[in-house]
Structures are given as structure tokens and as C-alpha cells.
């Protein structure tokens, strides 16, 4: 992932409401309707999140019926795991020390 991707994803990702949707959609997939009550907040603001969310590549949504479907992509949020995995080990290494550390002085 380019750095220009990660600035991206965070810059996304800042926005509370927008970790509050993406929470929602990763149990089961939801129609903004559902989104609104559950976040108590407007539909144009929900929607706005939404279409930022899916410009991202973080969210999909599809039709049903009467209703527009939203669900979680992972994939969007794959790239972003990717530029953590470094980070990720130096916090294991670190961990992995102070754990040694402990032990030895028991």
C-alpha cells in the first residue's frame, strides 16, 4: 500500500462515525435506515459517510427490493492491514522482550 493509500485510509478511518459504521456493518450487512436509528444521527449525514466509506473501497452496497444494502469489504480494509504488519512485529518484539524481562526476574 503507497503511503498516499494509508494517509487516505486514516484520514477516512478519523472520522468517528464513519469506525461507528464500519463496527455496524461488521456483524451483518444493514440498510441505512437501520444505520440512522442506530447511530442516531440524520440520513444525509449517514449517507455522506457512506458514499465516503465506498469511495474508499471499505464498504459495497447493493439493492434489495426497496432498499439499498450496505455491507462491510474487506478488501478495503485488507490494504490497510497490510501497512500495519511492520508495526505489528515491532510491537510483538517488544512485547516478546518485556515478557522474557518478567521472566527472568521472577
Do not use: C
Amino acid at each position: 500500500m503507497s503511503m498516499r493509500g494509508a494517509t487516505l485510509s486514516f484520514e477516512v478511518l478519523a472520522e468517528p462515525n464513519r469506525r461507528a459504521i464500519l463496527d455496524l456493518l461488521r456483524v451483518r450487512e444493514r440498510p441505512v435506515g437501520e444505520i440512522v436509528s442506530a447511530l442516531r444521527l440524520s440520513q444525509p449525514s449517514v449517507s455522506k459517510h457512506l458514499r465516503v466509506l465506498r469511495q474508499a473501497g471499505m464498504v459495497d452496497s447493493r439493492i434489495d427490493a426497496q432498499r439499498r444494502m450496505y455491507r462491510l469489504r474487506a478488501e478495503g480494509l485488507r490494504s490497510l492491514d497490510t501497512w500495519l504488519v511492520p508495526y505489528r512485529r515491532m510491537w510483538e518484539e517488544s512485547l516478546d522482550s518485556l515478557e522474557k524481562h518478567l521472566d527472568e526476574m521472577r
